[in-house]
Structure formats: C-alpha cells, structure tokens
C-alpha cells in the first residue's frame, strides 16, 4: 500500500479578498500559486511542481518507497473550503490531508483509506 501525506502549509499573515458586488467571489485555486515540495520524485521528468501546474498531462512522481509527502506552502494563511485531488493510475489508497498555520504543528482534516483514484473532492 503507497501511502501519500498531502500537507498544507499556511503561513502566519492574512489573506483578505474583498468583493465588490453583493456576489460571493468564485472559488480561487491557492495551490497555483503555491510552492510544492516532495520528499521525494522518482525522477526529474516528475517533480512537486507537476502536482498543482493544472496540467492534467503532467504529474508528481515519488519514489516507490512508503511514506511520501506532498507539502504546498500557500504564502499566507487562508481560508481552505475545498481540496480537490486528480489521480493518475498510480493513485495512493491511503493517505492523510493535514494543515498546519506554522509548518511545525499539523492538523488531520481528512484521513483516507481505501482510496480507488480518479478524483477526491474533500469540503471543509
């Protein structure tokens, strides 16, 4: 069983979007902007970055050894309502989604088993 560690840190300012009209502002997608590091790839063709490039063609590629870990430093603290997971058909079964405000105390929101790939929509 892989098992793979999706870490999210948040740094310690605030992130405010103000909106405009009475409408809530749409989704933002913070891991575009984020910075993805890895304990691991299994080559160069396949670092962290591929994770969150929002190309569905590329990809973050561990080493075949468990445990893994994915971690996106966001910049900033924010708000997270959603995490939204595309596997490829090296998906993990097994994982934990945690976060944490200073990268040194971490916090479990989800802790998967069983996982079957494709796509895992988490909501906070």
Known sequence: MRKLAV???LAAAA???PSLSGADP????LARNAVAMATS?????YPASNA???DTTTRWSSAFADP???TLDLGARSSISEIKLTWEP????AYTLDVSDNGADWTTVENITGGDGGTDDYTG
């Open 7 to 9: 870490l999210v840190v």
């Open 15 to 17: 992130l405010v979007a």
């Open 26 to 29: 749409a989704p933002v997608n």
């Open 41 to 45: 790839v299994e080559s160069s063709a």
């Open 52 to 54: 969150i490039d929002g």
């Open 68 to 70: 893994q870990t994915l």
């Open 90 to 93: 090296a998906f993990a079964s």
